[in-house]
Each structure stands twice: as structure tokens, then as C-alpha cells.
């Protein structure tokens, strides 16, 4: 099997870079817009557990996250305890 | 019941406005001007007798049967060929005419074989009507003349002989049984576009021919039995009609096909289907078809269809048959085990696109009502879920805006990312008419496809880009619209917002986004780019039709919102003609959508964190929604490797074949713990599963498929399921296990909960749907019998978005190691993973997946026209056959994913769309070196593959 793993993301860097691609969109809008724009879509689109990690992630400095992604963490929704 | 009788009018419908009245044999008709006296006749319900005219042709007037007298007028002028002029006496029958058409008719016969009674067309054979009613008793020139009836005469061979041509799987050409009425040249011609019948030689000599007096199977001929159609007599017949007969009842009912969604008779006999023939009255394919919805049905009686349900222990157990109690007890149990065990989120499901609306209704419902979350998910996501963003961002709503008789408005047609004439080819032929007819053609596509350039059609720009360049290509068509003056500011300003569209172009006028730079990134000529884009700003009525090569990007939505800008500029929105018209992939692609098939949203798009839009169905079905949004596929595969999903219900989709990056999706997979798959097929995730339920195919059930012009049309059940039951009885049996309380005795009863829940289809109902035949959503009581045509006087939003489309490069680049880009499409006769059509005889046409590579990429390898090539990417290798073609530049290299062999999605790779995850397919870096053979990988898989699909007594399952 020619599984190539070293090229492949674990989840939690696939949901930074994910965050990422969302925020770059967003990067050609206001600085206002940008940051409601990014949490909207992960609050929109993201399941709990997704969620989550992110703030996980987040609440360990964010490793990798641009700056507008880390800025959008306080709005992202904290999910509840028995979403999933 | 009987069959579905359709009256030939003999010449096609004129749609002028202005009426005629004339007397024909003492009736008076009145009819459109520019009608034939033929059609305007049968109007009247007189059939003047014809041989060449058939309505779905235009006149020809070469078989002098349908002769008329015309009392003012000298002679006895066609009727075909005569259009009515008002006062006009016509008189279909006098001694004159009777005499000549009893003498025509007896040249016809004196050269056609007289095997009626033995003849694969007899009981449906114009010629055998036509010696009826002209009252043909006898043929005074005998047999024994030159003819092209008879292999031997006078003892010698008869050189006008020629042998039946049976290459086609579908249909044979017998030139014995012709007639040279030229219907089947002209249905290739005008219905089909194909132009590969001829009628070659002249006089005496004229002979059908496929191509240069080719085989069928060698000519151009796309099989879309036009010309069986067409042909009155049995010189093309369906062999289908030879081995069984005539059909004796038909039902009209739609193709499970692509989003065209054409409509059929299934014609029957008893409860064997003797054939599909294409209903003129059907709205979206108007009385054609392709190869597949015409023919390629055989996978429905096919004996690899897998019909007892099966259960096993874990997935390198053969398995075991069991009962259809044994099957859903032990389903249910385990998903409940799960959910106890890790959690209600741990468990979810994949609704269908091929499926019906009340099946795949049932399955999200099933999901949010008994597995008490929301992991619902759908194929869409890998196809069109970029579309249903982008529109919903900029216009309201996440559907096409225009009906399929729209294009006979279009004056510039954008193509992108699409190939109709492979994967719609209905609408390509209906497209094509248009074209032909004078319309521009605009094609944005990294490889020369069929539409590009074929006979008669030519774009007038072709901006074959680099693949993952969309963004930038459509950005800077935007540039020169607005910075050459060509938008339409009156329609900005009354339907859109004006300071947005300020905003856009502030940043669409950078020169950033200008050709001249975009041609660095997209390797589109300035030019090419400046002539679209003012050709489809200024060049009438523009519609845009796109495909997956627009939204199977990272950048995908970014591409459907660029889209739609350019559409608002140019006021192109809301008209007969224009509009944004996604080319969906599955016949009901867009009807899983509307159903709430997303984990984000319940049926008619309403986002699930919606309190009002919860309590409908909270208090409908009794329980608390959750009002977190699910995972969708990829996040599914994602947490099943991370432990945290562990079972799943897929209903008729087969992610190990179409989803990206086949070993991520195997890894996902193999982690659950209880995988149910219901579907025709062991396809290939079922090599995964620990529970099999046999699934029923369209012919099988009642129900209704919404195609790609939000067209909701019937589908009939016209056998009984070979399986036992309809996909929606075995969702239903599901749910009766987990305690719900469902009792659905008809799928009608589904459609009346989808209506009295979603506004958007308040009003449709099975009776609705009977009388109108179809309807396009939103049907309600603002428009009650439906909406072909979207956005008219403003959009559903209220005022039309204009949103900023910064391109941004994919991060799946070319390198030293990967330095081409591999993009992926279809072919005409294969449909989506092949799992229906690789069990057709359509495996004539297509027997394997191929690379097509640039010559110049292939020299630089060393590469042969058919040599084995290993393509490999950063996700892993495979290995199929090369075809060296200057379709693709260079570059560039491209395949189909029809077969599992091939298993081109085992190199494309993990990255998506920013807004929706919809998989990257359209891009890949890889590399394309000589090979000997499948890789290690391919032997791995089809053993597994083989391991896998065993069951307990009986013999091993061939693919």
C-alpha cells in the first residue's frame, strides 16, 4: 500500500488549516466583517466535536492559526457537554 | 392500462403567434403560421398518409405519399412542405392522389422484403400502416428486379445487398428493411447533433452509413437511439424488441440517470421492460435521449444484484445471508450499542442522489428523529455542495435559475467546467440546436472537449486554463466587464445593492485581476479573456451552464460567487435565456439537497440552528432536534479514524469509489464499528460493511426525482422489487424497529409531509404531479404550478450579493516530484462510479479508464499511445493504460473514475473547498511514468476487494 502518511493531516491540522482556507476567503472583506465572517461559518458548518478541538487548540496558543482565525475563537460557540 | 399512445404530427410545432384558419377535407383548423398543411391536418385529426415526416424532424418532403391537393393551386404539393396559408381548402384524398400514392407504395414494396409476419417490427411498423391505408392489393413489378432485398440473385451475388450491421449492443441496422426516407440521418443531424449518418450514393444507390460505411460501433455514433426512433420500419431496430416483441403497456416514468432527468415510457410486457423510448411530452429532454437512460438498463436484472440481506461478524467474514427481521433487529441493536457506548454523535448517515426524494427524505428524517442527531450527509457534498453556498450567499437560493427551454433563448452560451455532451448529453443536443442556430459559444475549460469543437459547433472562445485557476479567470472577465463599461447599471441598481457592487469594484478594477496578469497564473491569453468577457456582456441573452469542474476546488465556492456576480453585472438574471445553471451530476442530486440532506440544514435549506424552523418538526415527530449542526463526509471519516464515529447507514452511495482519497477513506471505514450499506451492488464500500440491505432500482418504486432545473417529475414503479421491498419500506422498517412511530403505506404520503413542512413545496402532490405532469419548485401558493424560471422582478434574498472573489492559489502544486496536473471528468457512457453502466453491454464504449496525456509530456516519458503508466501523487499510485492526445495541454493529464480497477481517486487527495469541503478532485499534482503493470496496491485491493464480497454457500461473486 503506497499510503503516503507524512503527506497526509492528522484531524486537528486539517481543522487549522480548514479555519485558515475560511479567514482567507474572508481576508478581501473589512476587518469587522472578516473576524464575523469566519466565526459564522464555523459556527454555521462545524459539528461539536469539531468545535471542540478547535478551541482545544485555541486555548493552547493556536499553533498555526492566522491571526484572524485566533481573533474569531471568542465567537466561535462553545458546544455543550452532551452535544456529542 | 395499454400503451401510452403519442400522435405524430408529422412536422414540428411552429411557435409563431400569429393564427391561421384554413379547411381541411371541409373541417376548419386554425394553427400557428408556419405550420405544415401536414401537421395542420392531423390537427384536425386527418392523418395524411407519410413515410419521411415525423415530427421530431424537420420536413424533407422526399417520399411523395403525403400529397395534397390544394384547390387554386396546380399539382399535388406535399403537405409536409407546405406551410397553411389563411382561406386555404386543402383535400387529402381524391382519386388523383389515391392513384399516386398507390403507386408509390408499390415501388416501396416492390423493393422490402415481405417477412412482415416474422419481422422484429411488425405491429409497429409505418410501412406496413401506410400499404394499409393507401389499400396497396399488389405489386406489378415482382421481386425478381434489381433490389437490395435478396444476398443472392440470378445465381450470383447481389452487389446492393448489404448484411445486417449488428455491432451496436443496442440496435441493429438491417439496409434490406430501408427505405431512404433519410429520418435517421436527419434525427442524428437535428435532434442528436452527431452528424454520423450519412446517406451516401445516389438514385438507386442511396445507402444509410454510419461514417465512412463504418460499423456502427466504429462510426462516430453515440448510441442515443434518435435514429431507432426515427426509423419507420425495422432497418434500425432495438434488439431488445427482437429477442422479447412488441411491448403491450407502458408507464411514463423518469431516468435514474444524470440531472437531466429526462422522462421515458418504460414500455413492458407483463413485467419484463422490453425498452425505454423518450416521451415527447417530457419537459426537460423533450422526446430524446442518451445511450444510458435508452438503453444501458440491464444492470437492473442483473445477476450480480445482490437481493437477500446479509449480515457478518466483521469484514473478513464471507457473509451470511439472513432475513429481512434478522437484518434490520441486529442493525438497530448495534447502532443503539454504539450510541450507549460512545455517545448519540457516534453514529450517522449518507442519504442518495440516486435515491428518491421520499427515500432520501426518510433517511435524514430517520437520522434527526431516531439516531437523535445530525450526521446526515450526501453525495453532494463531493459534487455541488460549492453551488448551494455560493447561490445561497449571493442570490437566496441553492438551485439553477432557469428550465431547460430556456436555452432556446440564449443568444451566448458560457460553458465551465462542464462537459454536457459527455455527462447531460440531452441538454448538449438541445444546447447544440441553439448553437447551430446561430448562438455563441464560450467554453472555459483546461481540456478541448467535445463541445469546443465538434460538427458545426465551434466556441468562439476557448480559455483552456490551468487547472485550479477558475477564480482568476472568472475575476478578471469581471475586470474587463467593469472596467471597459460594460455592466448593466439599470439592473444593478434596481435589483441588487448598489454600495456592494461599489465595493466589488473597487476590488474587481485592481489591475491585479486583469487579463494581462491573470495570464501569467492561468496561462489564458489576455485576449481569449477580454473577447468572453465582452462577448458575454454584450452579446444578448447570456446564460452560464457549469459543472464540477467549477466547484470540485479548493476554491469552488469562491468560483460559484464569481459566477454569480458576472451574471448580476450584466443584468443576465431573471429571463428567458440567461441565468446560472448548475449541471448537476446524479438524477437527483439536487432533490437529496432540497430534503434536507446536509447536517446543517432540514428540508428547503433552513439552517438547523433555527428554533422556528425546529418546532415544525419537533412537534410533527415528536422529539427535540438537536440544533448543532452534524458532520459532514469527510469530518465523518476524520472522527471514525479518531475513535469518535463508529457506525453509519449508507443508502445507495459508494464513498470508497467516489470519494477523494480512496486510503484515508478505506482508513475511515475499516475504524467503525457497524457499517450498513443498502445498494444494488457489493460496490466497493460494502467491502467495509458489516451489514448489507438489498436495494431496489427505479424501475421498482413509486416516487420522484427533482433534476437539475428543479423539475420534480414522476418515477413509476413498473415491476415488482426483485429484493422485495422499495429503499423507502426498508428506511421505514428501520424505524419501526427504533420505536418510531412510521406508517407509510405509499410514498405519496412521504410528499405530503415534504409539502406540508418545506413552503417551497407546499403545493406539490402526487395529483398535482399527475395532472401537470411535472413541476419545478418553489411551488406554492404564489406559484402554484411551479417556477421554471427564477428571480424574476428581484431575487429571493431580496436584493442580488455582489461578494469580493480574491483568488488564492490551491496548496496542491506542481513540483519536481509531482510537475503535471491530473484533472478528472466523465465519459459518455459511463455513469459516476459505473457501479449501473460497467453492468451494461455500455462497457463497448468504455472498458477501462484511461490517461489522456499531451503528446509533448509524453515523448519527454518515453510514452506510447496505449502503454501502461503508473500515475502517482503525494496520496498514492496507481497504474492504467495512456492515451496521447492534444485535448489537454500540456501539463495537464486526465481520467475518468468509472471503473474500481483504476481507482483514480487513490491520488487525489485531502484538500476541499473552503466553505463546504467539497474534495479537491479537479486538481492533483502527480507524476506519469512507464509501467508494467498494476501496482502492488491494485493486487492488494481486488484481493481484499474479492476476500470481502464471499458469501456463506455460494460461489464467489465475480466483479
Known amino acids: 500500500m503506497s499510503h503516503d502518511d507524512e503527506n497526509r493531516m492528522s484531524t486537528k491540522q486539517k481543522l487549522v488549516y480548514m479555519a485558515n482556507q475560511i479567514a482567507t476567503f474572508f481576508d478581501s472583506k473589512p476587518h469587522d466583517e472578516r473576524v464575523e465572517g469566519i466565526a459564522e461559518h464555523i459556527n454555521k458548518f462545524w459539528d461539536p466535536r469539531m468545535r471542540r478541538q478547535f478551541l482545544e487548540m485555541l486555548a493552547a496558543g493556536g499553533a498555526g492559526m492566522k491571526p484572524t482565525v485566533i481573533e474569531a475563537g471568542a465567537k466561535i460557540r462553545p458546544p455543550k457537554q452532551d452535544a456529542a | 392500462m395499454g400503451l401510452v399512445h403519442e400522435i405524430d404530427f408529422g412536422t ?56 395534397v391537393e390544394i384547390e387554386g393551386r396546380a399539382g399535388t404539393p406535399a403537405s409536409c412542405t407546405t406551410p397553411v396559408t389563411p382561406g386555404m381548402v386543402v383535400h387529402t384524398q381524391t382519386s388523383r392522389l389515391k392513384d399516386i400514392r398507390k403507386g408509390v407504395m408499390e415501388l ?54 448489404m448484411a445486417k450491421d449488428e455491432s451496436n449492443p443496442y440496435f441493429t441496422y438491417d439496409p434490406a428493411k430501408c427505405i431512404v426516407c433519410s429520418r435517421c440521418v436527419r434525427a442524428c443531424e437535428e435532434v442528436q447533433g452527431t452528424f454520423a449518418l450519412t446517406i451516401e450514393g445516389r438514385g438507386f444507390g442511396s445507402r444509410v452509413s454510419a461514417g465512412m460505411q463504418e460499423a456502427f460501433i466504429d462510426s462516430e455514433c453515440v448510441s442515443c437511439g434518435a435514429c431507432v426512433q426515427a426509423c419507420p420500419t425495422a432497418t434500425l431496430q432495438e434488439k431488445s424488441v427482437i429477442q422479447i416483441g412488441q411491448p403491450e403497456h407502458s408507464v411514463v416514468t423518469t431516468c435514474a440517470y444524470c440531472g437531466v432527468g429526462c422522462s421515458f415510457k418504460a414500455e413492458m410486457r407483463g413485467e419484463e421492460l422490453v425498452r425505454m423510448v423518450p416521451w415527447k411530452d417530457g419537459k426537460a429532454n423533450r422526446g430524446h435521449s442518451c445511450v444510458k437512460g435508452r438503453f444501458a438498463y440491464g444492470y437492473a436484472t442483473h445477476r450480480e444484484r445482490i437481493l437477500n440481506p446479509m449480515i457478518r461478524e466483521k469484514i473478513t467474514d464471507p457473509w451470511r445471508e439472513v432475513s429481512w427481521e434478522e437484518a434490520i433487529s441486529h442493525t438497530v441493536k448495534e447502532f443503539r450499542r454504539i450510541q450507549y457506548q460512545y455517545g448519540r454523535g457516534a453514529i450517522g448517515g449518507i442519504t442518495s442522489s440516486r435515491c428518491t426524494n421520499e427515500e432520501t427524505y426518510l433517511v435524514q428524517k430517520i437520522i434527526r428523529q431516531g439516531f437523535r442527531n445530525n450526521n446526515v450527509d450526501t453525495c453532494a457534498r463531493v459534487c455541488h455542495s460549492p453551488t448551494g453556498y455560493g447561490l445561497g450567499q449571493t442570490y437566496g437560493t441553492s438551485a439553477g435559475t432557469q428550465d431547460f427551454d430556456s436555452v432556446e433563448h440564449t443568444d451566448v452560451a458560457l460553458i465551465i467546467g462542464a462537459n454536457p455532451a459527455a455527462a447531460h448529453p440531452v441538454f448538449a443536443s438541445r444546447l447544440k440546436k441553439r448553437l447551430r442556430a446561430g448562438a455563441k459559444l464560450i467554453v472555459i475549460d483546461p481540456r478541448r472537449t467535445e463541445m469546443v469543437k465538434s460538427p458545426h459547433i465551434e466556441a468562439a472562445h476557448h480559455l483552456a486554463l490551468k487547472p485550479g485557476t477558475n477564480v482568476a479567470v472568472v ?147 415528536g422529539v427535540k432536534l438537536d440544533e448543532e449542526p452534524g458532520l459532514r463526509i469527510p469530518n465523518m471519516l476524520d472522527a471514525a479514524v479518531d475513535g469518535t464515529f463508529k457506525g453509519i447507514y449508507i443508502q445507495g452511495e459508494d464513498i470508497l469509489q467516489s470519494d477523494p482519497d480512496t486510503s484515508h477513506v478505506s482508513a475511515g471505514l475499516a475504524a467503525m464499528e457497524c457499517v450498513v450499506v443498502q445498494d444494488l451492488f457489493l460496490n466497493e464500500t460494502a467491502n467495509y460493511a458489516h451489514v448489507f440491505l438489498p436495494g431496489s432500482t427505479f424501475l421498482e418504486k413509486d416516487g420522484t426525482f427533482t433534476n437539475a432545473e428543479r423539475r420534480i417529475n414522476r418515477v413509476r414503479k413498473v415491476m415488482t422489487p426483485k429484493n422485495g421491498y422499495a429503499d423507502w419500506e426498508v428506511t421505514q422498517m428501520l424505524a419501526q424497529e427504533m420505536g418510531l412511530n412510521w406508517n407509510y403505506q405509499h410514498p405519496s404520503e412521504i410528499m405530503d409531509e415534504i ?205
Request: hydrophobic share 35%; proline share 5%.
Open chain 2, 12 to 67: 414540428p410545432v411552429s411557435k409563431s403567434e400569429k393564427q391561421v384558419t384554413l379547411t381541411v377535407d371541409g373541417f376548419t383548423v386554425t394553427v400557428p403560421e408556419g405550420t405544415s398543411v401536414m401537421r395542420a391536418s392531423m390537427e384536425a385529426g386527418i392523418e395524411v398518409p407519410k413515410l419521411c415526416a415525423t415530427d421530431m424532424v424537420d420536413a424533407f418532403g422526399s417520399c411523395r405519399l403525403c400529397l
Open chain 2, 108 to 161: 416501396y414494396i416492390s423493393d422490402h422484403p415481405l417477412d412482415c409476419l416474422t419481422c422484429a417490427a411488425n405491429g409497429d411498423c409505418e410501412l406496413q400502416d401506410m400499404a394499409g391505408a393507401v389499400g396497396l392489393r399488389d405489386v406489378r413489378y415482382g421481386y425478381d428486379g434489381d433490389n437490395h432485398v435478396f444476398a443472392k440473385r440470378n445465381g450470383g451475388e447481389n452487389f446492393n445487398w
Open chain 2, 475 to 621: 475575476t478578471a472577465m469581471a475586470h474587463v466587464i467593469v472596467t471597459e463599461g460594460l455592466f448593466n447599471e439599470a439592473f444593478i441598481r434596481e435589483r441588487c445593492d448598489w454600495s456592494e457592487f461599489q465595493d466589488y469594484i473597487e476590488f474587481v478594477a485592481d489591475p491585479r485581476h486583469a487579463p494581462e496578469e491573470v495570464e501569467k497564473i492561468s496561462g489564458v491569453p489576455a485576449e481569449t479573456i477580454r473577447g468572453a468577457a465582452r462577448l458575454y456582456a454584450t452579446g444578448g441573452n447570456a446564460a452560464i451552464y457549469y459543472g464540477l469542474g467549477v466547484t470540485e476546488h479548493s476554491q469552488g465556492s469562491t468560483t460559484v460567487i464569481g459566477i454569480a456576480n458576472l451574471a448580476m453585472m450584466t443584468g443576465n438574471i431573471g429571463r428567458r435565456g440567461v441565468g446560472v445553471n448548475p449541471l448537476r451530476g446524479q438524477n437527483n442530486v439536487q432533490g437529496s439537497c432540497d430534503m434536507g440532506s446536509f447536517p446543517h440544514e432540514l428540508p428547503g435549506y433552513r439552517h438547523i440552528s433555527g428554533d422556528a424552523v425546529r418546532d415544525i418538526y419537533d412537534s410533527l415527530w
Open chain 2, 755 to 959: 409539502a406540508k413542512t418545506t413552503p417551497s413545496f407546499a403545493f406539490v402532490s402526487y395529483d398535482r404531479l399527475e395532472k401537470l405532469g411535472s413541476v419545478q419548485w418553489p411551488c406554492n401558493e404564489k406559484a402554484p404550478e411551479g417556477t421554471p424560471i427564477m428571480h424574476i422582478g428581484g431575487f429571493v434574498r431580496g436584493k442580488g450579493k455582489f461578494i469580493r472573489t480574491e483568488y488564492v492559489a490551491t496548496d496542491e502544486k506542481t513540483g519536481p516530484r509531482f510537475p503535471l496536473l491530473l484533472t478528472t471528468g466523465r465519459i459518455l457512457s459511463q455513469y459516476n462510479v459505473g457501479a449501473q453502466t460497467r453492468r451494461t453491454e455500455n462497457v463497448a464504449w468504455h472498458p477501462e479508464d484511461l490517461l489522456e496525456i499531451h503528446p509533448h509530456d509524453a515523448e519527454n516519458r518515453g510514452l506510447r499511445d496505449g502503454d501502461w503508466v503508473r500515475l502517482q501523487s503525494r496520496a498514492g499510485q496507481t497504474t492504467l493504460r495512456a492515451q496521447i492526445t492534444d485535448r489537454v495541454s500540456p501539463g495537464v493529464v486526465y481520467t475518468t473514475f468509472h471503473h474500481p480497477d483504476t481507482q483514480a481517486n487513490v491520488i487525489t487527495t485531502d484538500f476541499s473547498d473552503w466553505a463546504t469541503n467539497c474534495p479537491e478532485y479537479k486538481v492533483t499534482a502527480v507524476q506519469v511514468a512507464p509501467s508494467n503493470g498494476p501496482t502492488d496496491w491494485q493486487k492488494d485491493y481486488n484481493d481484499q476487494a474479492r476476500q470481502s464480497r464471499r458469501i456463506t454457500g455460494r460461489m464467489e461473486a465475480a466483479e
